[in-house]
């Protein structure tokens, strides 16, 4: 259960201590994605996140086996965590969260641990409910910054407010918005690495259809290029976005209508209902900059706009605006990015 005020101004990463007895108390659990046998670059903002709760801050990682997560556990036992729990089972290989959310409840019930923190990512929004429901406690999401152990601040309203929200429940369960929160860096210190076999697996794991790709992963890339409705046709998509993103070393993104259309993968859609990202650079090429398109991109350090439409909302946030045909502009720009790296 919790309550919540909202208001408007928040700064975007919580810098202030917490008392000692506060810390003292508090003992948080942190799941550390692992994507193959690394590390997903959101764990380490999550494990400033958790550290931020103040107390004992505990690494979870889950794998097939021990040797499959090998490379991740080498790397998150230095990154000034005070313990780290490797469970493994051949239903945990890839983390479905029917198998391994019971794992996770049970874990945190038996270790008596009063927080649990995972990212924001697809998998800790599937994984995360399931947990907070089998733990009869509410999750608190998509948290931004940390008051104290019990008070944490998230955005409603597409990103247009945030909340203030205070948890009653002995179990904080929440999940935090890897761009507001500093990767942890690595150190000399190690953590204690506590390897077990899973109990209280769930469903087996069947097979999966993934999209492949050697892009920077969409949530955490320095630059990313994002195509609209504006793009017309899948065709038009991978002749413009891809080139431009191929130039400039980008993630590519997507608006929802440019989704739906077909255009680009649903695992690309920026936005409201899609990832929250805030990217050195982002090129929105296309968009026209509605109120869903621009809570997922709106922190960008530097955004660029190419649309034809001088009246198009995206210009309002952007920092850079052309108001080109994108069928000529884009190509133009892939030229000149080309020519400036020779
Ligand atoms: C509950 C809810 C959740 C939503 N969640 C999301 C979300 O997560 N992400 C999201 O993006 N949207 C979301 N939407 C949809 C959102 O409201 C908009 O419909 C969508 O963002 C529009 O996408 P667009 O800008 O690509 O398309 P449009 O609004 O159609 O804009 C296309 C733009 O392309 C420009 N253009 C056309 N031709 C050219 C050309 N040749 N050269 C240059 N420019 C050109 C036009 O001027 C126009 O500005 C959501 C909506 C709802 C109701």
Do not use: C
């Amino acid at each position: 259960m919790f309550s919540s005020a909202t208001r408007t101004a928040l700064p975007r990463t919580a810098t202030r201590a917490f008392s000692a007895s506060a810390r003292a108390k508090a003992e948080t659990l942190v799941f550390l994605e692992t994507k193959g046998d690394s590390l997903v670059p959101s764990a380490a903002n999550a494990i400033t996140a958790a550290k931020k709760v103040g107390g004992k801050v505990t690494g979870l990682i889950i794998g097939k086996d021990e040797a499959s997560v090998k490379p991740a556990v080498d790397r998150a036992k230095k990154m000034g965590l005070d313990a780290l729990l490797v469970r493994t089972s051949p239903a945990l290989e890839h983390a479905l969260a029917e198998p391994t959310a019971p794992v996770f409840a049970e874990l945190v019930k038996k270790g008596g641990y009063t927080h649990f923190a995972a990212g924001h990512s697809a998998l800790g929004k599937n994984l995360f409910p399931r947990v907070a429901g089998l733990l009869e406690v509410q999750q608190i999401s998509d948290v931004m910054s940390i008051q104290d152990e019990n008070t944490f601040t998230r955005p409603v309203y597409a990103g247009n407010a945030i909340s203030t929200v205070k948890s009653t429940d002995s179990i904080k369960l929440f999940t935090v918005r890897a761009s507001t929160w500093e990767p942890a860096q690595e150190g000399d210190k190690e953590a204690e690495v506590d390897v077990k076999e899973a109990e209280n697996v769930g469903p087996e794991w069947v097979s999966e259809e993934l999209v492949k790709s050697e892009r920077p992963d969409l949530a955490t890339a320095p630059t990313v290029v994002s195509g609209g409705r504006g793009v017309k046709s899948k065709e038009a998509f991978d002749e413009t976005i891809i080139p431009l993103a191929d130039a400039l070393g980008a993630a590519i993104g997507a608006s929802r209508a440019a989704v739906d259309s077909g255009y680009a993968d649903n695992s690309l859609q920026v936005g409201q209902t899609g990832k929250v990202i805030a990217p050195n650079l982002y090129v929105a090429v296309g968009i026209s900059g509605a109120i869903q398109h621009l809570a997922g991109m709106k922190d960008s350090k530097t955004i660029v706009a190419i649309n034809k439409d001088a009246d198009a909302p995206i210009f309002q946030v952007a920092d850079i605006g052309l108001v080109a045909d994108l069928f000529e502009a884009v190509p133009e720009l892939v030229k000149k990015v080309e020519e400036a790296k020779k």
